[in-house]
């Protein structure tokens, strides 16, 4: 299945983007494939969060308060925890450092700065934010190396079967997901980081801005916020899909073998 196949069908306000990175000294020639549909640029929705954890490290005196925070925010992609790092570091100092160190340039969110899931980011980008997190890991940065170790314990249950798509049960996995009151759309988002040994990296993002304009579902679907509760089955309901069939493409279109 390619590209052309999954946009096809799409309804004309959808927003759907790929992107995918196969580099590494030793290994085949760089690659990098991606393809959009609709807006270039989507709200991120915790996509970023191992990379804001990584980030912040270098900020918190406090080892084990940093541990505290940006352990939990990963695995379990805790809002709160997040937003304790976000908070305490400044989303300015992220982000600058995230440019420094990457190469990709994010900015904080008009408005209300402390929403760190309002930062708008191109699947490209965050391709590349996270290829050069796998490569300073494998080169021994330790603290690229826990966060990415953390993203391999992130639970199948908020993975959106990424794993599966991927065929690879040991990938390190990141996905982000909401819906905001204003918004007529599901947000759901994947990051997966393929192990290749060396400082060879295989990276994977799909994210998707589905339709959601029911307004009985989305009445629930903001209780169930409101009161604190799961809503990841109701993102795979609408968005699961096509989400492993984006990360599937790509990883063909890249050509990775195992």
Not at 37 to 55: D, E, Q
Not at 102 to 124: H, I, K, L, Q
Not at 134 to 158: K, N
Not at 194 to 217: E, F, K, N, Q, S
Request: aromatic share 6%.
């Amino acid at each position: 299945m390619g590209y052309n196949d999954l946009f096809r069908d799409l309804d004309h306000s959808a927003s759907v983007q790929a992107a995918g990175i196969r580099r590494g000294y030793g290994g085949p020639p760089a690659r990098t494939v991606n393809a959009r549909s609709g807006l270039t640029r989507l709200r991120c929705a915790s996509l970023l969060k191992p990379l804001y954890a990584w980030m912040s490290a270098a900020h918190m005196p406090d080892a084990e308060q940093w541990r505290r925070h940006a352990e939990p925010a990963v695995v379990y992609s805790s809002n709160a925890d997040t937003l304790n790092l976000w908070l305490s570091v400044g989303p300015r100092v992220i982000l600058d450092d995230l440019r420094e160190r990457t190469g990709v340039a994010w900015t904080p969110p008009n408005g209300d700065p402390s929403r760190f899931g309002s930062v708008e980011v191109a699947a490209e980008e965050v391709a590349t934010a996270y290829a050069v997190l796998a490569q300073a890991a494998a080169a021994g940065d330790p603290v690229a190396g826990t966060v990415l170790g953390w993203m391999g314990d992130v639970v199948d249950a908020q993975t959106f079967g990424a794993r599966d798509a991927l065929r690879s049960p040991k990938a390190a996995v990141k996905c982000g997901w909401y819906g905001s009151p204003e918004e007529t759309c599901l947000r759901t988002h994947a990051v997966a980081v393929l192990p290749c040994g060396g400082t060879r990296v295989t990276v994977v993002v799909a994210m998707t801005a589905l339709p959601y304009v029911d307004a009985h579902a989305r009445e629930v679907y903001r209780d169930r916020i409101g009161q604190g509760l799961p809503v990841e089955e109701e993102h795979e309901k609408v968005s699961g899909a096509l989400l492993r069939d984006l990360m599937a493409t790509t990883l063909e279109e890249l050509g990775h073998k195992s």
